[in-house]
């Protein structure tokens, strides 16, 4: 088992993708923590574990009312993320849940961990922020 | 007269995710589909109709992400398809709308509910 990075602040994001508006916030708040300078790792937990699923692809599928407008997917964005800051963000998803939604097929830079190893990673952060319910 | 009534009452769901596959994307084929469609916003969504309601481009990683979702946009692509907008009074300013887009109309509170039977079909988005 890889040991956990230190990190400045865990974000574990609960809430569901589509439901609201809570995915869109964590992420906005991920992107200011790391432009600051700051070290993240997020750890996603029931439906967020869809945003990195492969079968996703780069793309969402064409808007009809706007034909040549790329749409990325939370995959790609989440990819961009992590190749802009390889060394301060990490990405984890929880086993349990992902195979509990059927989220079996992650981006490679994602790391799954079983949810009886999430005491490591708010261990590993000066500070964990849970975000969204389960 | 329009065969459907939708009503929305959940708004700002998945500017990421969604981006323009949201439920007023949705309306579009509901309206073309079914014989036309009045749509009530109510609660939150009446938000949606505010003029002023700006949609900035965010910055993630490398990328700036300026295809976030836009409902003013799509409200307007809505009433360019013969959607007629509605707003119910008393939720303006509630939640603190000022003007609204040009064409949006304002019903009082339970207009629309007497006029349930009126039409083919009655959804919530």
């Known amino acids: 088992m890889r040991a956990v990075p230190r990190t400045d602040v865990l974000v574990t994001l609960m809430g569901a993708p589509h439901a609201d508006d809570t995915v869109t916030t964590a992420l906005r708040l991920v992107q200011a923590m790391l432009e600051r300078g700051g070290s993240v790792q997020v750890w996603t937990c029931g439906y967020a574990t869809l945003l990195t699923q492969r079968g996703l692809g780069e793309h969402k599928p064409r808007n009809l009312a706007e034909w040549e407008v790329d749409y990325p997917t939370t995959a790609t964005l989440v990819a961009d993320l992590l190749a802009a800051h390889p060394d301060t963000l990490f990405w984890y998803g929880c086993r349990f849940c992902s195979d509990d939604r059927g989220a079996v097929d992650h981006l490679p830079q994602v790391t799954l961990r079983a949810p009886a190893r999430y005491a490591d990673n708010v261990a590993a952060a000066a500070k964990t922020v849970l975000v969204g319910v389960l | ?125």
């Open chain 2, 1 to 125: 007269m329009s065969e459907t009534l939708a009503i929305m009452e959940r708004a700002y769901r998945g500017a990421v995710e969604k981006q323009f596959f949201d439920a007023l994307y949705l309306a579009v084929e509901l309206h073309r589909q079914l014989g036309g469609m009045d749509l009530l916003l109510r609660g939150p969504a009446v938000g949606y109709a505010a003029a002023d309601a700006r949609v900035e481009p965010i910055k993630l990683g490398g990328r700036v992400l300026d295809t976030l979702t836009d409902p003013g946009r799509d409200l307007r692509r809505l009433q360019d398809e013969g959607v007629a907008v509605w707003v119910e009074r008393p939720d303006i300013a509630a939640f603190g709308v000022g003007a609204l887009l040009p064409g949006v109309g304002v019903a009082e509170p339970g207009e629309f509910a007497r006029r349930w039977g009126d039409y083919a079909r009655v959804c919530f988005l």
